[in-house]
């Protein structure tokens, strides 16, 4: 199995640790993912420390604020890096509001530029923001991979998905007894599309639910979406392995 999507700087316990429990439990590969230029540092550091591990770097839209050329620059030096394997997390939070829309909008365009350049893939944050999301994907990210993280949308969404061969990455809340329709959505993924992952120290699956997100935990997420799915643990775990190999070249 795969953790396509944590965040082990900012994760409680000491990276090693949570690398090692992950080994245990079969997650054979962790993307650890940068928010801002300290959290990509490290995810960098993490990157170089850990065979298992390989980084992302961007800046996430409740950092966006102040996102300027440098920035990007910054960000499309980093992406040169062989462990970094992909840009983001980018995209639009209409939740939190952390910076203004027009400053995340301006972040997220650019970054597509940067992953467009660099020929990685794009991993996308995407949170009640569906419509205006997809809106800057279609004129922005044209030619470029594009992984929807934390997928949290509708079954309507993974028509559009699909259609443009963007990948769908479901988290611990999927596994939410209110999440009948997200389950729906997962069930209609294409199987070449699809990815799993934890968003450590966040959103961490059933049961475990209230506790700090760690990368095991992405095989209890796994096993949800292999029952959405009707095909066998063993089965999933084949095919997000080689969705994930395909896409991060790892």
Known sequence: MVDTHCHLSLCQEPAAELVARARAVG????????LDEATNAQAVALAEEHPEVLACVGRHPNSATGFD?????????????????AVGETGLDYYRDGAPRADQRHAFEAQAGVARRVGKPLVIHMRESVDDTFEVLRSSADGVEVILHCFSAGPEAVA????????????????YPNAGELREAAALVPDELLLVETDSPFLAPQPVRGKPNQPSNVVDTAHVLAEVRDVSYQELEELVETNAREIFHW
């Open 69 to 85: 050329e440098a920035a990007a620059a910054a960000i499309e030096s980093l992406a040169a890096h062989p462990r970094v394997v």
């Open 160 to 175: 559009e998905a699909a259609a443009r061969g963007w990948r769908c990455s479901f988290a611990g809340n999927v596994t």
């Open 27 to 34: 997650v054979t590969r962790l993307l650890t993912v940068g």
